[in-house]
């Protein structure tokens, strides 16, 4: 079945170094990919997704590519905040019937100032 | 637009009570979908709506679970006799449209304890 796999964490970095965190799937077809964010004590947001491969999403200064040949989304950010502290997912949504959304375990990250 | 909301946003309860959550979809969204995430862990699906008919249930859904969504707007997630595995956070999300790519909005969740 589809499955996201996500670098396991916690990450921990310093103000304003620079940030990868890991995404690969395993999807029947090519589903559309999301990073969402939780920030502490609230719901997840849409942080960005990407539709089709080769696609870039951004927001807030983070990036994503849809790499369909390594099957990844890995989630990019040049200079990190105190801000971004939060746990991440990677998710894709199931292709077939209720097209629900399959997260990866989730990544907690820490910035420190 | 307001984003979707749940209540209450914790619950504590007693092993063997019944519980019952709710969710408000953003107006006009025709899609609901529970989602159950427990410490350290992604969210996982338990059940969808499209409009007022569920449509798909997962495994992780005991009969001890039910939920409702009458009139296709707010929606009930109900758990019988609860058990301490019931303890998470059940998340609930709307989406507008049908295809795959369609966001799902989230809510911010009920943290359930059971004691």
């Known amino acids: 079945g589809d499955s996201v796999t996500q670098m396991e964490g916690p990450v921990t970095l310093s103000e304003e170094a620079f940030l990868t965190i890991n995404c690969t799937y395993t999807?029947?077809?090519?589903?559309?990919l999301f990073w969402y964010v939780q920030y502490p004590g609230e719901g997840l947001q849409l942080l960005l997704k990407?539709?089709?491969?080769?696609d870039k999403g951004s927001n807030k200064g983070f990036e994503a590519t849809y790499r369909k040949e390594t099957t990844s989304f890995h989630l990019e950010k040049g200079s990190v905040q105190v801000s971004d502290s939060a746990v991440y997912f990677c998710a894709l949504p199931c292709i077939q019937g209720a097209q629900k959304l399959v997260f990866g375990q989730g990544t907690r990250l820490t910035i420190n100032p | 637009d307001t984003g979707v909301s749940q209540n209450p946003r914790h619950k504590i309860t007693k092993r063997g009570q019944n519980v019952t959550f709710r969710c408000d979809p953003i107006?006009?969204?025709?899609?609901l979908y529970w989602y159950r995430q427990t410490l350290g862990q992604g969210p996982e699906f338990l059940t969808y709506?499209?409009?007022?008919?569920?449509?798909?249930k997962s495994r992780l859904l005991s009969d001890r679970f039910s939920a409702e969504r009458p009139k296709g707007s707010f929606s009930t997630l109900e758990i019988q006799r609860t058990e301490q595995g019931d303890s998470a956070m059940y998340l609930c999300?709307?989406?507008?449209?049908?295809?795959?790519?369609?966001?799902?909005?989230f809510g911010p969740g009920t943290r359930l304890t059971v004691l």
């Open positions: 999300a709307s989406s507008l449209g049908v295809r795959a790519a369609d966001t799902q909005y």
């Open positions: 709506f499209q409009n007022e008919a569920q449509l798909e």
């Open positions: 107006s006009e969204h025709n899609r």
């Open positions: 999807a029947t077809g090519y589903p559309s």
């Open positions: 990407a539709t089709k491969a080769d």
